[in-house]
C-alpha cells in the first residue's frame, strides 16, 4: 500500500530553520502532487505548500511566503520543505500528503487521498 514518511521535524528558535522530507512509495500512476499540511491544537488543518509532479507550479500559503521552499525529487521519491526564519506560529503537527495528478495541486486536504503520520515542528521565541 502507499506509504509516507515524513521526518526532519524537532524544535528550532525563531528565525532558524528546519528541513521536512518525505519519503514515498507505492502511490499508484507515479509521483503525482505532493503537499506539505499543517495542524496545531488551536486551527484547523492547513496547506502549507503544493508542488506539480514536475516541479512547474507551486503553491504557497501566505503565512509562508517568502521563508518555506518545496521541492521535490522524484528519482528518491522525496519531497522537502525547508523552512526558513522561522516563526512561534509556526508551531504544529506537519503533515505530507500526496494524490494523483489531474491537472492541479489543490491546496485542499480533501484533496489528497494519502497521507503520512505527521512530524512535530515547535519554534520557541
Known amino acids: 500500500q502507499a506509504q509516507l514518511v515524513e521526518s526532519g521535524g524537532g524544535s528550532a528558535q525563531a528565525g532558524g530553520s528546519l528541513r521536512l522530507s518525505c519519503t514515498y512509495s507505492n502511490i499508484p500512476h507515479g509521483h503525482g502532487c505532493m503537499a506539505w499540511f499543517r495542524q496545531s491544537p488551536s486551527q484547523e488543518r492547513e496547506a502549507v505548500a503544493t508542488v506539480t509532479p514536475s516541479s512547474v507550479t507551486t503553491f504557497y500559503a501566505d503565512s509562508v511566503k517568502g521563508r518555506f521552499t518545496i521541492s521535490r525529487d522524484n528519482a528518491k521519491k522525496t519531497a522537502y520543505l525547508q523552512m526558513d526564519s522561522l516563526k512561534p506560529e509556526d508551531t504544529a503537527v506537519y503533515f505530507c500528503?500526496?494524490?494523483?495528478?489531474?491537472?492541479?495541486?489543490?491546496?485542499?486536504?480533501?484533496?489528497?487521498?494519502?497521507w503520512g503520520q505527521g512530524t512535530q515542528v515547535t519554534v520557541s521565541s
Open positions: 500528503a500526496a494524490e494523483m495528478w489531474r491537472s492541479s495541486c489543490q491546496p485542499i486536504s480533501s484533496a489528497y487521498s494519502y
